[in-house]
């Protein structure tokens, strides 16, 4: 074997595994019902946006993934984030409302007191004239 069939063995090995590690995302995407975006192929196996649209055997694989997708209600994994960090900074806000009213509840209980004694206070200091 020469060396340049031993390059091209290697090179489509490579390519092989590439277009396998492809497709497995692509089936795990749609298994997970999440949108099937080559961004988010990109993100997730590490390839290169070209590879997704110049070769053939991954780029049918796309399109039927998309076609299996269309018209269902699909999750997009930046929205999930974005979800859970609101719904966390929503229960920190709910907490400091909380502890806001509670706060407010008892200054407003002991400006009653505080009023009530000035009340007597100026009662006690008419009744002294």
Same mark, same amino acid.
């Given at each position: 074997?020469?060396?340049?069939?031993?390059?091209?063995?290697?090179?489509?090995?490579?390519?092989?595994?590439?277009?396998?590690?492809?497709?497995?995302?692509?089936?795990?995407?749609?298994?997970?019902?999440?949108?099937?975006?080559?961004?988010?192929?990109?993100?997730?196996?590490?390839?290169?946006?070209?590879?997704?649209? =110049?070769?053939?055997?991954?780029?049918?694989?796309?399109? !039927?993934?998309? &076609? /299996?997708?269309?018209? #269902?209600? $699909?999750?997009?994994?930046?929205?999930?984030?974005?979800?859970?960090?609101?719904?966390?900074?929503?229960?920190?806000?709910?907490?400091?409302?909380?502890?806001?009213?509670?706060?407010?509840?008892?200054?407003? =209980?002991?400006?009653?007191?505080?009023?009530?004694?000035? !009340?007597?206070? &100026? /009662?006690?200091?008419? #009744?002294? $004239?």
């Amino acid at each position: 074997m020469t060396k340049y069939d031993r390059m091209v063995a290697t090179n489509k090995a490579t390519s092989t595994a590439k277009i396998a590690k492809a497709k497995a995302e692509i089936s795990k995407m749609v298994s997970e019902n999440i949108q099937v975006t080559v961004g988010e192929l990109v993100k997730r196996t590490g390839l290169s946006r070209g590879f997704f649209y =110049k070769n053939e055997e991954v780029s049918r694989a796309l399109e !039927n993934a998309r &076609d /299996l997708q269309d018209g #269902k209600a $699909l999750t997009r994994p930046q929205k999930v984030i974005l979800d859970k960090a609101m719904d966390k900074q929503l229960q920190v806000l709910q907490q400091q409302i909380e502890k806001l009213k509670s706060e407010n509840s008892s200054l407003s =209980k002991k400006n009653q007191d505080l009023q009530k004694a000035l !009340n007597k206070k &100026d /009662l006690n200091f008419i #009744k002294n $004239l």
